[in-house]
C-alpha cells in the first residue's frame, strides 16, 4: 500500500527538489521573530486596550504582560519541536507529524490565500497610508506604492535568503531601537508618573467588576493579536545553522524582549498623554511622541511606523514561502513550490507565489474582509501546533530532544488553554463571522484530496527500477 508520505517522496526524487540552505544564526531568528510581531499593532493597539479595562492603567498593562507570558508559553513550547525537528514548514511540520496530513494541509491552505498573503496585503496597504502623510498620493498611487513594497520584498527574498535576513536585522533593530528611545524618552520626560503610580491604588480598581471582568477578556484578545506572529519563525528552522541549539535560544529570547518592548511603549504613552487621553486618540505613538519632543516627532513616529511595516512584512515574506515548500514536497500543493532556485538556494516559485497572490488582495482590497473572517481560524492550528508536543512525547519517547519545555505539560496546556479561549470567545460573541472563517478553512478539504490523488497517480506512473 503506497502511503501519502511515501507517494509525496517519490514525487520529490522525480522534481528537482534541493535542500535549503542553513544560512541563519540566533540574531538573524531573533531579529525575524521580533520584527515579524512587531508591525502597527503597538503604534495603535494601547488606546483600545486601556479603554476596554475601564482606564485603569494596572489591569491595562496587567493584560500586557499576561498575553506576553502566554505567546512566551506558546514558543518554549514550539522550541522543544523545533530543536527536535528543525525542518523547513515548522508548524505545519509539527501538525503533519501529529494529527495527519489534512489539518496540516488545512493550515497552509488557509495560509496561503487568507493569513500570510492577507497579511502581507494589509501591511502594504498601510505603509501606502502612512507614506502619504510624507508624499500626499490618490488611490491609483497609493496601490501602486503598496504593490512596489511587495515587489521589492519578494525580490529581495528570491536573492537570497542571506539578504533578507541581513536586511530583516536592520530594519528591526532600527524599530526596536527607536521604540525603546521613544519609550524612555516618554517616561523620563512625559508629564504623568507611571513606574511609581502603578502601586498606588489609583491604577487599580476598587472592585472587581463583571464589567471588568468583560473588558480584561476583550483586551486580552486584542494583545493577543498584537503579539501574533513570532510562530512563523518556525517555518525558517530548516534554513537554521545548528537548529538544535539556536532555534529554542532564538525564539526565547524575541518573545521575551517583546514583552519588555511592548510593556515599555505602553508606559511611555500613559506617560506622555495620561490614561484619558491614551484612550481618546486614534493615533497614539505620534499623539505621545508629539506631547513630549514636539512637532518634529510626528515625523519621526511616522518613519518608525513605515520601518515597522515594512520589517514585518518581510518577516512574513522570509518565513512563510517555507511551509508551502514544504506542502508541495509532500505533494499537496503546488509541486513547482518545491524546487529550489539552483544558484539563489531559494525557494523562488514559493516566494513569487505568495507575492503575486498578496498583490491581488492589495490592489482588490478583499483581504480586509478575508481576515476579519479568517484570522481567528490560526489560533485553531495554534492550539494543535502546541498539543503536537504531548504526541512526540508519547509516540518517541527516546528520540533525542536537545531542548525541552520547561515546566511540561503545564507550559504547553496553558498556551493550549489560551487559544482555545480566544477561539470560543469568537464562536460564542461573533457566531457568523466565526462560520464564516470555519468554512473558509474547510474549502481546503477537497483541494486536498485532489492534489494527494494527483500525487497518488504521478508516483504510480513512474517507472519502478529493475529487480536486482
Known amino acids: 500500500m503506497t502511503t501519502p508520505l511515501a507517494s509525496s517522496a517519490t514525487e520529490a526524487a522525480a522534481a528537482p527538489v534541493a535542500e535549503l540552505r542553513r544560512t541563519l544564526g540566533l540574531l538573524d531568528l531573533t531579529f525575524i521573530a521580533i520584527g515579524t510581531v512587531i508591525g502597527s499593532g503597538i503604534f495603535l493597539v494601547p488606546g483600545v486596550v486601556l479603554r476596554e479595562t475601564g482606564t485603569q492603567t494596572g489591569p491595562a498593562l496587567l493584560v500586557w504582560v499576561a498575553a506576553g507570558i502566554l505567546s512566551y508559553l506558546g514558543a518554549l513550547t514550539y522550541a522543544e519541536m523545533g530543536a527536535m525537528k528543525p525542518d523547513a514548514g515548522g508548524l505545519y511540520t509539527y501538525i503533519r507529524d501529529a494529527f495527519g496530513p489534512l489539518p496540516a494541509f488545512l493550515y497552509g491552505w488557509t495560509s496561503f490565500f487568507v493569513i500570510a498573503s492577507g497579511s502581507v496585503a494589509t501591511l502594504a496597504v498601510a505603509f501606502s497610508s502612512y507614506f502619504s502623510e510624507f508624499v500626499p498620493v490618490g488611490g491609483v498611487g497609493a496601490r501602486l506604492i503598496s504593490i512596489g513594497v511587495i515587489v521589492a520584498i519578494a525580490a529581495i527574498n528570491v536573492r537570497g535568503t542571506r539578504n533578507s535576513a541581513t536586511m530583516q536585522n536592520w530594519t528591526t533593530g532600527a524599530k526596536v531601537g527607536g521604540l525603546l528611545v521613544l519609550s524612555i524618552g516618554m517616561i523620563a520626560l512625559g508629564p504623568t508618573p507611571t513606574v511609581g503610580s502603578l502601586v498606588s491604588r489609583a491604577a487599580w480598581p476598587a472592585t472587581i467588576t463583571g464589567a471588568l471582568i468583560s473588558g480584561i477578556g476583550a483586551a486580552m484578545i486584542g494583545v493577543l493579536w498584537a503579539y501574533e506572529g513570532w510562530q512563523y519563525v518556525t517555518f525558517s528552522a530548516g534554513e537554521t545553522r545548528n537548529p538544535q541549539r539556536t532555534f529554542p535560544r532564538a525564539i526565547s529570547l524575541a518573545t521575551a524582549a517583546l514583552v519588555v518592548l ?32 514636539g512637532p518634529i516627532a510626528g515625523r ?79 489560533w485553531i492550528f495554534y492550539g494543535l501546533g502546541a498539543l503536537s508536543v504531548f504526541v512526540y512525547r508519547r509516540r518517541e519517547p527516546h528520540a533525542p530532544r536537545p531542548f525541552r519545555v520547561p515546566g511540561y505539560p503545564l507550559t504547553p496546556v496553558l498556551f493550549v488553554a489560551s487559544a482555545a479561549a480566544l477561539v470560543l470567545n469568537t464562536l460564542i460573541t461573533q457566531p457568523a463571522r466565526a462560520a464564516a472563517g470555519v ?3 474547510l474549502i481546503g478539504t477537497p483541494a486536498f484530496y485532489a492534489w494527494r490523488a494527483g500525487s497518488r497517480r504521478r508516483a504510480l506512473s513512474l517507472p519502478t527500477a529493475p529487480e536486482l
Not at 309 to 327: D, E, H, K, V, W
Open 439 to 441: 468554512i473558509a478553512v
Open 262 to 293: 511592548y510593556v515599555l511603549a505602553n508606559l511611555g504613552y500613559i506617560a506622555a498623554l495620561g490614561p484619558q487621553a491614551v484612550v481618546a486618540s486614534d493615533r497614539i505613538a505620534a499623539d505621545a511622541g508629539i506631547s513630549v519632543f
Open 300 to 378: 519621526i513616529v511616522g518613519l518608525l511606523i513605515l520601518i515597522s511595516i515594512f520589517s514585518a512584512a518581510n518577516g512574513i515574506m522570509l518565513t512563510a514561502p517555507r511551509m508551502y515548500f514544504a506542502m508541495a514536497r509532500d505533494g499537496v500543493f503546488f509541486k513547482r513550490l518545491a524546487i529550489v532556485h539552483p544558484t539563489l538556494g531559494t525557494p523562488a516559485f514559493a516566494i513569487v507565489a505568495i507575492a503575486i497572490w498578496a498583490a491581488v488582495l492589495a490592489c482588490t482590497g478583499t483581504f480586509e474582509q478575508l481576515l476579519t473572517y479568517v484570522v481567528f481560524t490560526g
